[in-house]
């Protein structure tokens, strides 16, 4: 097993300042401190042999996601990992991070240095330096919405896409949709291509054809109330939210010439213009899933995914199709 002496050695410090690196002291340079941690994984260091006496550690590594504001999308998603923690004596760090934080220290060292010995990570872009770091990452890693399919050491909770597109699509055809559309983001990402997916799958289950003209994947497109449809599912809440009020500002209503239906149940999805049709992620739930899916890895039970079941909320945002046909006849 390598040892603080190893470290020592090829970085060419005392065992003391290898020490005081690990254990975050206050006296050595950024520079030296990231230099030692980023040996210490080379080598393959244990980070439960800096100090027998620390506490038990995990993080939440949060990025692009409010989790401060209770209204905040992450903010249950933090609470409910926190509330299962505790209960098997673990301490819980918050940490926001950012693309530059990443770029100055590997996935591995940063764990190393705070003795985290496992994280649950929100909100990561796929261009992220950790993104790359966590296909071959010796912590273990729970991701909410994203997925590395390279590690078993990195396991991915959500909710059901298919399960909730496919309800969603299903209420749509009982109230007289066929020419349902698509909104959603680009497919670059794990949860982009999952919904788009699932939205594919489901209109295909139902024996619906797809109009490519009323299918976009980059945000949205100005063809799509032209073209016909009478119905529009949204990857997410913000999207749906944003569709409604440029349908607003061409004179459409909702959802007497266009139903809308959007994915999250958002904190404002139910106080919108009208009240949104969505289908509901459970975060706190959520949240209690990441703890579960960390402690099986940490348990070395190495387990992929964890999905919740999905539920659709109906409000007043979809309606029956109205009589003469699409949007685009108005």
């Known amino acids: 097993m390598p040892t603080i002496n190893d470290i020592a050695k090829i970085v060419g410090v005392s065992k003391s300042t290898v020490s005081k690196a690990l254990n975050d002291?206050?006296?050595?340079?950024?520079?030296?401190?990231?230099?030692?941690?980023?040996?210490?994984?080379?080598?393959?260091?244990?980070?439960?042999?800096?100090?027998?006496?620390?506490?038990?550690?995990?993080?939440?590594?949060?990025?692009?996601?409010?989790?401060?504001?209770?209204s905040g999308f992450g903010h249950d998603l933090v609470i409910g990992f926190e509330q299962m923690a505790v209960l098997s004596d673990w301490e819980v760090d918050v940490v926001d991070t950012s693309p530059e934080q990443q770029s100055r220290m590997s996935y591995d060292a940063f764990m190393l240095g705070g003795r985290y010995e496992g994280a649950f990570i929100l909100g990561l872009s796929p261009s992220d330096p950790w993104m790359e770091d966590l296909k071959d990452a010796r912590t273990p890693a729970v991701l909410y919405d994203n997925y590395i399919q390279e590690n078993p050491l990195v396991a991915y909770v959500g909710v059901n896409s298919d399960e909730g597109l496919e309800m969603a699509v299903s209420y749509l055809k009982r109230l007289g949709h066929t020419r349902i559309g698509y909104l959603g983001g680009e497919l670059k990402t794990q949860i982009g291509r999952e919904r788009y997916q699932a939205y594919m799958r489901a209109m295909e289950f139902h024996g619906l054809s797809v109009d490519q003209d009323l299918v976009y994947t980059a945000g949205y497109g100005p063809g799509l109330l032209g073209a016909g449809a009478t119905a529009v599912l949204c990857q997410h809440d913000q999207l749906a939210a944003e569709l409604m009020g440029h349908c607003r500002g061409l004179g459409y209503r909702i959802p007497e010439d266009i139903s809308v239906i959007g994915f999250d149940d958002a904190a404002f999805s139910a106080h919108t213009e009208p009240p949104l049709t969505t289908v509901r992620q459970d975060r706190n739930a959520l949240g209690r899933c990441g703890y579960y899916a960390l402690a099986s890895l940490l348990g070395q039970t190495y387990i992929s995914s964890l999905l919740l079941r999905a539920e659709l909320v109906v409000r007043g945002s979809a309606g029956p199709v109205r009589a003469g046909g699409g949007s685009g006849s108005q």
């Open 25 to 70: 002291a206050g006296d050595i340079s950024g520079t030296l401190r990231k230099k030692i941690l980023e040996t210490a994984v080379e080598i393959g260091y244990e980070k439960n042999r800096i100090r027998k006496d620390a506490a038990r550690k995990l993080c939440i590594l949060i990025e692009n996601m409010d989790h401060k504001d209770p």
